[in-house]
């Protein structure tokens, strides 16, 4: 695996763009390790020629780079991989503060749309399974917290992400291991109650 780096900060007008799409921000997740277009449209549910039209335009801006190649049976595949694990919004976009932040909420938006989508076709599959008599290990968390202001709903996430992540590399079984598990992270404000006295969800 290539070296990757732990934050990019993104400079370039044409990047920002890039990564405003939702699904390309998706498709950079799945390639902290080399992957190819056919591997990360299977763990996404997507059409191969989707994800690889997305694969060439985060090339092209230098967020994805090829790595290598694979030979799978009569086929080659390209190995691509991103050039870091999260991207930062650089000041020197010239975006105000105020529009950064409504542009990365947008595409947190419309990335938690296409997760529930996925979450949901996953779970009639595994419904399926059950009615199969398989065993099929879950586990949901629900709940409701408040927060007094923005600056502390900002740090609640970062010390979640964090703690997650650290508890998710403390678990990471290599990527041969039979069963794999997806894991979402999803926080949200309870709608028309932000607007009316700041409680977030």
Do not use: C, W
Request: hydrophobic residues 40%; proline residues 4%; without cysteine.
């Amino acid at each position: 695996m290539a070296d990757i780096l732990e934050t990019y900060v993104v400079e370039l007008p044409e990047q920002a763009t890039a990564l405003l799409n939702p699904l390309r921000g998706e498709i950079l997740s799945h390639l902290t390790e080399p992957a190819s277009a056919a591997e990360v449209a299977r763990r996404m549910n997507e059409m191969p020629q989707r994800i690889n039209y997305h694969l060439k335009t985060l090339e092209k801006v230098g967020l994805v780079r090829r790595v290598g190649t694979r030979q799978v049976k009569n086929l080659v595949e390209v190995l691509y991989q991103s050039v870091a694990r999260s991207f930062l919004l650089a000041d020197s976009l010239g975006l105000s503060p105020q529009t950064v932040k409504r542009l990365q909420d947008q595409g947190s938006l419309a990335h938690l749309i296409h997760a529930a989508e996925r979450i949901k076709k996953d779970v009639l599959r595994l419904m399926e399974q059950a009615e199969q008599d398989k065993e099929v290990p879950s586990a949901t968390v629900e709940t409701q917290i408040f927060l007094r202001n923005e600056e502390e709903r900002e740090a609640f996430v970062r010390e979640y992400v964090s703690l997650l992540r650290q508890l998710a590399e403390k678990y990471q079984a290599p990527r041969s291991t039979d069963t794999s598990y997806q894991m979402v992270l999803a926080v949200y404000p309870e709608p028309g109650k932000e607007e009316k006295d700041g409680s977030q969800d």
